[in-house]
């Protein structure tokens, strides 16, 4: 009892903090690229007000970039308090790429960043949007050695356990920074950042709008975030394809949750709501064709055959093997440096069902399903959201092309209210993904359960409160000053110079 309430608590903890932290990411993404896109417009242009309006966009950039930092260290660092057993399992892959985003992606943003906003008219131009690409270029290769350790995490690759110092240890470099998993979830979320980031913009300059405040700042800007977030969300959709894919053959549990699908089948159907299904498609969606198998909840416990004719052992089946493996790497450690030929027959033993040590730390298969309606539900958010917002975004750019957004205040407190609306659907992504994977800290490698650190549930309890409080703090004092500057307006606050 005590051990589950502290996997609850712990796992409660790392999701607080990622879900705040993911409150502060996206925007980062979305509004570098749109800050950029309009100071190269002022650079080709050299049109002062494109300046100004860069400059604005550019100042809340800044104040989400600043708090985004703070709960981005400690998510980190939670590896170490809360999931050091993991952490000593698999820190010679995992911290690879997260050491990485710290010695070159995050200084390089933070340089660039200090360049660019501090150096307007003391650097030229061309230098200034340098550092401006260079910080939004930055941010992407921030968050995509992040993915990549997220990635490694659904799907596990380059890597070969060591009984002798009980870790799993890098093989192939590439091999994790390229896995098709992080590639995929790298534009995914990336994109998503624009389509957060140009909603955001699109929704505040809808405001000004209906205060008949800085009508042809909101209009351009409208105009500039529209069109990369329609980019975005299209990419959003094309990677989410491949996306599916990859879930549907690396982790066939978390799609059979996402779609509820008990039972699986060829031509199995795509769930909209319960009740409403189109058949064949979620054949189409995780095979690309409407015959293809898939697996539902009971066939991934029971075993299947899948498309290739492949048998797939059931949960029973990888739980013996598990159990193996873990008794073989017992008696390995037990007999290496008293009985060395006992030890090479308990070695070869563990090679052979290595691949299924994590399922020796299950208890009961049925902690293989995770919570259905937690996965079900979020996909469905996510993706209705996302269609919504599309339109949205096509609709406000057409208005505004045709010189009737100003008119259309039913249109623009939309966009102010769907604000909100791209943060959910980012939200619950990352649950669909997070929760998915449960129980799994690690996919079909290790369980939560083996993952956890050996602390007190009140002190996890504790500090989760406290983060709570702070994490709040952090959100509530950003509100307030991007709400004061937007209230501000894109004012320029220093006198222009000079062409250099």
Known sequence: MVENALIDWSRAQFALTACYHWIFVPLTLGLSVIMAVMESIYVARKDEFWKKAAKFWMKLFAINFAVGIATGIILEFEFGTNWSNYSWFVGDIFGAPLAIEGILAFFMEATFFAVMFFGWNKVSRK??????????????????????ANAWMQHPVGMEFNPDTVRNEMTDFWAVALNPVAVSKFFHSVLSGWMTGAVFVIGVSCWYLLRGRETRFAKASIRVASIVGIAGTLGVMFSGDSSAIHVARYQPMKLAAAEGLEDGGERAPFSIVPGVEIPGMLSILATHDIDGYVPGI?????????????????????????????????????????????AAQARKVLEENVEY????????????VPSVG??????????GLGCFLLLLMVAVLWAERKDRIAGLAWLQRVALFSIPLVYIAGQAGWIVAEVGRQPWAIQDLLPVNAAISSLS???????FIVFVAVFTLFLAIELRILLKAIRKGPAVDEPEVSDR
């Open 127 to 148: 230098f200034h949007l340098a550092s401006t690409w260079l910080t939004c270029i930055g941010a992407s290769v921030s968050a995509l050695w992040i993915l990549v």
């Open 374 to 383: 937690m996965v079900y539900w979020p996909f469905r958010i996510m993706v």
């Open 298 to 342: 009971n066939d991934i416990l029971d075993g299947y055959t899948d498309s290739d004719g492949n048998r797939i052992l059931s949960a029973d089946e990888k739980k013996e093997r598990g159990d193996l493996a873990l008794a073989a790497f017992k008696a390995y450690r037990e007999n290496r440096d008293t009985d060395p030929q006992a």
């Open 357 to 368: 040590f994590g399922y020796g730390y299950i208890q009961d298969k049925e902690d293989l």
């Open 457 to 463: 549930v009140g002190a996890v309890r504790t500090t």
